[in-house]
């Protein structure tokens, strides 16, 4: 932060005698005159004089300065402790950033251990004292289960109070409300109060955020009346974002074309779009391309097309498709049988704690397919795949051990 100099503050200096009582509503007002100059030093200066005072807003604002890394006379203990005493006189935006600093969301360095609990009580306090960024946080808490138990309908209440208040928008709030509604999590299921707050989310968000928001369940319950009788409008949004290059937009105008919802089929156009998104980088439109290759859904059958598009969705950690490139090779499907390459790709899998993966490599080093045989590395996959219960597992690991030296 830039320091000025700053004329007010030699002026109240000159006028301020020293027998005199000053009055903490003017200190601050000095304080706010030294900010907008950018004499911070003076403006801490008047907001502690006007906190010492009593002074609730200059208790805050103190605590705020002194916790901005920026300033030069940052203190992260003393902002926390000029926090904790507005906090203490019911000040909202101070209980929300006392909620903030024991969530890990401080600017500066942090003063205490994160401590979701603490953070979701702090936030509690202050969403009660009518804060709507609080209502907010907590109704995020209560939808993720983060320092409170998980509650759709606690998280509802928050989201539903925020919403009517905040004077900003929070494009995932609307989401996840309109979600809420539309299945029924929370709250009484209500298509129509979900369409309205997609609706609300259309006027407010970014048309990426509006596609996604009812994009998640347009293809499941397209036949529903409150639906359909949107589709030109819905479908309007899913080209205009693809246009733009959204690729979660050209995966589900992707599924749109392929299932024919509300258009009229068109495979082709659909592989198009999946071809656009998946070349971005989107690991559905990945997936799905290559499994439409592999058996020729909507596309000519063209296994080195879907191992292509299977390896660039495996390279992000996916481990159905880490799995798949390993059936594959190993079967040989559409391309030539590589037992080492299956291997490799059903390795990833495992580690990543596929347990058909585990148990298929458990078999691959019994039978040294691919592989060295090795009994004691056979045993140890088989061991993993039957911890996460797998019976046939299970079974291996037992005969497998009857052939370890020493047995």
């Known amino acids: 932060m830039p320091i000025a100099y700053c004329k007010i503050d030699n002026l109240a200096m000159a006028e301020m005698h020293d027998d005199e009582t000053p009055d903490a ?14 004499n911070y030093y003076a403006a801490e200066k008047w907001l502690r004089k006007a906190a010492e005072l009593g002074n609730v807003d200059a208790q805050r604002d103190l605590g705020n300065l002194l916790g901005y890394p920026g300033f030069a006379g940052n203190n992260a203990v003393e902002s926390l402790k000029w926090l904790r005493a507005a906090a203490e006189h019911e000040n909202a935006d101070a209980q929300r950033e006392i909620g903030d600093i024991y969530r890990g969301q401080c600017l500066g360095k942090p003063v205490v251990d994160k401590d979701l609990v603490e953070a979701a009580r702090w936030y509690r ?21 983060n320092g409170v138990p998980k509650d759709y309908s606690e998280a509802a209440k928050w989201y539903k109070e925020a919403s009517v208040e905040l004077r900003w928008p929070f494009e995932s709030m609307y989401y996840r409300l309109c979600s809420m509604y539309f299945y029924g999590r929370g709250v009484r299921r209500d298509y129509t ?26 293809i499941m319950d397209f036949e529903r009346e409150l639906i359909s009788k949107h589709v030109d409008k819905i479908v309007g949004w899913f080209r205009k974002a693809a246009e733009q290059g959204d690729t979660s937009a050209q995966k589900i105008l992707g599924d749109i074309y392929f299932y024919g919802k509300g258009v009229q ?6 592989a198009q779009l999946y071809r656009e998104a998946a070349g971005r980088g989107d690991l559905g439109s990945q997936k799905t391309l290559a499994s439409n290759y592999r058996f020729g859904h909507g596309v000519g059958r063209d296994c080195f097309k879907a191992v292509k ?10 481990v159905d498709s880490q799995a798949e490139l ?82």
């Open 125 to 145: 306090r202050a969403a009660e004292n009518g804060d709507a960024e609080a209502k907010r946080k907590l109704g995020d808490m209560y939808n993720s289960g």
């Open 193 to 218: 109060e979900a369409y309205r707050l997609c609706e609300t989310l259309c006027k407010l968000a970014s048309l990426a955020s509006r596609c996604d928001s009812i994009g998640c369940y347009y």
């Open 309 to 318: 598009w299977y390896i660039s969705a495996a390279n992000q950690g996916d």
């Open 25 to 38: 509503s003017a200190l601050c007002e000095k304080a706010y005159a030294c900010i907008r100059e950018k």
């Open 326 to 407: 390993g059936d594959m090779y190993y079967e040989g499907e559409g391309i030539p049988q590589n037992y080492t390459l299956a291997v490799k790709w059903y390795r990833m899998a495992a580690e990543q704690g596929d347990s058909d993966c585990q148990t298929i490599l458990g078999d691959m080093y019994s039978e040294g397919e691919g592989v060295k045989q090795d009994y004691a590395e056979a045993a140890k996959w088989y061991h993993m795949a039957a911890e996460h219960g797998d019976k046939d597992a299970q079974k291996s690991l037992e005969r497998i051990r009857r052939l370890l030296p020493g047995k």
């Open 265 to 270: 089929q068109d495979y082709s156009r659909a």
